[in-house]
């Protein structure tokens, strides 16, 4: 009785503006297949952070259509379109709540052990089992404190719990250091493994693992390639 998507996205002739005048997304076709890793690139103002907020259904196109499994978004059962598609942003929001709470946030019924093998899956459940009180440590007490690192991860543990067909990571700026660079590039690879994702790429080390990097200007692609040949 469970719909399940399986990640194909398409974008056909997409138009879309925020109602200021100023078109952002002038004509917009797309095909993602099932599980293809895109990394978005391209100039500020490019459209990138807009493409991501239609297809996390923030806002609907003005005309043309975007399609999971050929079905209109617009068509989907919100519920649906919530566990098909999860979206994670830069800031990685943490909510008052322990962290256990935090990562249960993708998947509300999870037990214990599953929200501990999300933790595992993505390497962070040994910064958390040595938090002051490990999973059940408030985020926002004293010694509850993580770092920009450790918030990602968590995020990370968060989207992995949810287990969406298609991912959008609107990846952070913040530079970190080379071993939480690493922790999170080893991170993100197994979160990517067997669904569809769209990342906002700022980190090489992020284009690199992409199957496809896709150049934004001006609301449209002005290349399509596979990393190698960047
Ligand atoms: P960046 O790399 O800086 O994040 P981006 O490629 O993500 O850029 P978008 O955020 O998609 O770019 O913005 C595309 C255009 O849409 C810009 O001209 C921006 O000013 C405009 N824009 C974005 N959000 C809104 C909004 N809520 N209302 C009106 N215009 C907006
Ligand atoms: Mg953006």
Do not use: C
């Not at 609301?219 to 399509?224: A, W």
Request: avoid cysteine; glycine fraction near 8%; aromatic fraction near 6%.
């Amino acid at each position: 009785d469970l719909w399940h998507s399986r990640g194909h996205l398409h974008f056909d002739r997409v138009e879309f503006g925020y109602g200021t005048g100023k078109t952002i997304l002038p004509d917009f076709t797309l095909d993602i297949p099932a599980g293809q890793t895109i990394a978005l690139v391209g100039t500020t103002g490019a459209g990138k952070s807009t493409l991501a907020k239609l297809v996390s259904r923030f806002y609907d196109p003005t005309s043309g259509s975007l399609r999971l499994d050929g079905v209109d978004l617009r068509q989907l059962h919100p519920k649906d379109l919530r566990r098909a598609i999860v979206m994670v942003t830069q800031e990685a929001y943490l909510f008052s709540g322990t962290v256990a709470d935090n990562i249960a946030l993708g998947k509300p019924s999870a037990t214990m052990e599953e929200i501990r093998a999300a933790a595992e899956a993505v390497g962070a459940d040994s910064f958390i089992t040595s938090l002051p009180d490990g999973y059940d440590t408030d985020v926002n007490k004293r010694g509850g404190r993580v770092s920009a690192g450790q918030r990602q991860l968590i995020s990370f543990a968060r989207a992995f719990l949810a287990d969406p067909a298609v991912l959008i990571l609107d990846e952070a700026t913040a530079s970190l250091d080379m071993p939480s660079e690493r922790m999170i590039q080893e991170a993100l690879q197994t979160l990517l493994a067997d669904r569809t994702a769209i990342i906002i790429a700022h980190r090489l080390s992020t284009v690199a693992i992409a199957d496809r990097v896709l150049v934004m200007e001006h609301g449209r692609i002005i290349e399509d390639d596979d990393p190698d040949t960047l």
